[in-house]
């Protein structure tokens, strides 16, 4: 449950205050381009907007925007959402996203909204609404250093002992609850409960980056992703070959990059995400148009990967039964699934989401000077 501290508030400001006169201390004209990244700047867009009335600020939203009746809980409300409609452009992952917000706005704020344009004006201000789904780069960084699939697979089985015909799931999270470890762990319990014949053939490796671990709440988390592990790990012992390998640890892009590569499934099913980069890292690195991706339907990039195996995290024998499809699908259903999503990913790539948030600043740009020409010959 979230905690609202009216110090915590002020901190908040101040560090939005903070950055606000960065950006005016570093602007060389009295319209200049500002990006705004993500929840910890919801004031920000206002603060430079009341410096540079004519600045274009796109602000970009990496969360989910929750409905207006959750939101609504927060004692702050209409200062966060009058700061972001500072923006020229606020840009979220997913249209449910923007909806959401839309409809926040019309409940706490006095302001008009065009639901067809996705606009909303508030004080002679206009401020566009849009989804813009954000993905990674391609090619990859790797593609040309990076080892040979067959290589990655035999490696990987190396190192953790496990003979060359056993399959591999891998997940790759922050420790946070948000990601459903615990559930995609009790899946896999469920999956070899209703399947003993898998178990001692497969091995799900979880990479899990501790995150916030000062905090009580995450260390509780971890002790508990841990006993979770473990207790499966006794359940289904056979020989030296582990169901759950837990590695909580950082590990640098490149090395998980040749995880997602030696793998035959990854699970990505987070109970709550904006988009979900790692559903797309692990397409990206499947050169061999091979593996199956398992996605959560509460993560934005649902919305594109059609050809991924959807599931809800929550239901637990669902999600068993998904991994066990992937683990048996053939070759020819692999490949027709990893080609399409390949050739999304690759069509709409990190440089589309920034050239479209982009290119519809520089359309307003040109239309509001359009405009300030046409008052002042008037």
Not at 155 to 170: K, V
Not at 335 to 347: A, D, G, N, T
Request: hydrophobic share 40%; aromatic share 10%.
């Amino acid at each position: 449950r979230p905690v609202f501290r009216s110090s915590d508030w002020d901190y908040y400001e101040a560090i939005n205050r903070r950055f606000a006169d960065a950006v005016i201390k570093e602007a060389d004209s009295d319209d200049p381009i500002v990006l705004v990244q993500d929840y910890h700047f919801a004031l920000l867009p206002a603060m430079i907007r009341e410096a540079f009335p004519k600045a274009t600020i796109i602000t970009f939203w990496h969360i989910p925007w929750p409905n207006s009746e959750s939101f609504g809980i927060c004692p702050w409300r209409e200062e966060i959402l009058k700061g972001m409609l500072g923006s020229t452009i606020l840009g979220f992952h997913t249209p449910f996203h923007c909806k959401n917000f839309l409809e926040t706005v019309d409940r706490y704020l006095e302001s008009r909204i065009e639901h067809e344009s996705s606009t909303v004006s508030r004080k002679g201000k206009l401020t566009l609404v849009q989804n813009y789904p954000i993905s990674i780069q391609w090619p990859s960084p790797w593609q040309d250093s990076q080892p040979a699939v067959q290589e990655c697979r035999a490696s990987l089985r190396q190192s953790l002992g496990l003979p060359p015909d056993h399959m591999i799931g891998i997940g790759v999270y922050r420790m946070d609850y948000t990601k459903g470890i615990p559930e995609r762990f009790m899946a896999i319990e469920r999956m070899l409960e209703l399947h003993p014949d898998l178990i001692g053939k497969f091995t799900f490796v979880q990479i899990a980056a501790p995150t916030r671990s000062a905090l009580y709440d995450y260390q509780m988390f971890e002790r508990r992703v841990r006993d979770l592990a473990d207790s499966i790990n006794k359940k289904f012992s056979f020989g030296n070959s582990p169901v759950i390998c837990l590695k909580a640890e950082h590990h640098e892009p490149e090395i998980v990059n040749q995880y997602f590569r030696a793998a035959d499934v990854c699970l990505v099913t987070s109970l709550h995400d904006g988009m979900n980069l790692v559903a797309k890292e692990f397409v990206i690195s499947r050169d061999d148009e091979r593996g199956v991706l398992i996605l959560s339907q509460f993560a934005g990039a649902a919305h594109e990967l059609h050809e991924a195996v959807i599931v809800n995290p929550y239901h637990i024998e669902q999600t068993a039964e998904a991994i066990h499809k992937s683990l048996e699908m053939p070759l020819y259903e692999q490949m027709e699934r990893m080609r399409s999503m390949r050739s999304l990913v690759k069509s709409f790539n990190i440089y589309r989401w920034a050239g479209r948030m982009l290119i519809d600043a520089a359309r307003i740009r040109q239309r509001e000077k359009l405009m300030a020409r046409i008052s002042e010959s008037e």
